[in-house]
């Protein structure tokens, strides 16, 4: 059954921002991350094509409508529609308070979607189960974050905040180490790791800011090889968040 214009311009809507604020909602699209998602988050819509007709109706919670390939191009958030588009609730991004328990990732003004979805993606991997963004990074539930992710969200608490140098001071104050990554740090394959923390990533162009800078403990640097050699000016923020998370868990797992 195709589907009414009335439907298609409600759902058209979300591809604004405030519309997806003002009902709590993030959108995702292709039947897999969909279908990954919707263990974990409160369906709001499903619409899909008749490739997916079949396994849509199996899944639990919610009831599939139908639509053309016309029709999805109509409501896609993305350049090329995909076979399934959904409609999720959001979870409440609010945090408080720093757990003292396992690594956490803070991103600090990391503005570039694909990056702030693949470093989400990058801490499911490595079993990061919490990443906090400040409010000046990518939209952690928008349509390119959450494709980006490739269904992490569905393990990895992504938690906001406007004051991230707050809630590392008070962490602090509670004994958890503070690692940020600098041009200044030191090697990161040197350095002491340990199994509980915060690790700080800045953003793309300008790296921690000051204030967040003035709370790590622990500066760190990935060394370019061979040393002295000329190279480029600094790594990919997602590029050097995967470095990283995989020295930490290669030490730790010892």
Known sequence: MALSKNRIKELAKYKQKKHRD???VFVAEGWKLIEDLAKHF???ALIVTDKVKEPANRLKGTTAETASDEEMGRITLMKTPREAYAIFKRPDTSIDRIETKGLTLALDGVQDPGNVGTIIRTADW???ETVICTKDCAEPYGPKVVQ???GALSRVSVKETDNLSALLKDAARRGVSIYGTLLEGNDITQEELSEDGVI????EGNGLSSEVRECVS???RIENWPKG???SESLNVAAATAIVCAEFRRRLKK
């Not at 700080?200 to 953003?203: D, P, R």
Request: aromatic share 4%.
């Open 229 to 231: 050699r000329e190279t």
């Open 42 to 44: 409160d369906c709001k």
């Open 148 to 150: 980006a992710t490739m």
């Open 218 to 220: 622990k500066r760190l």
């Open 200 to 203: 700080v990533m800045g953003s």
């Open 22 to 24: 003002e009902e709590g």
């Open 126 to 128: 490595f079993g990061i």
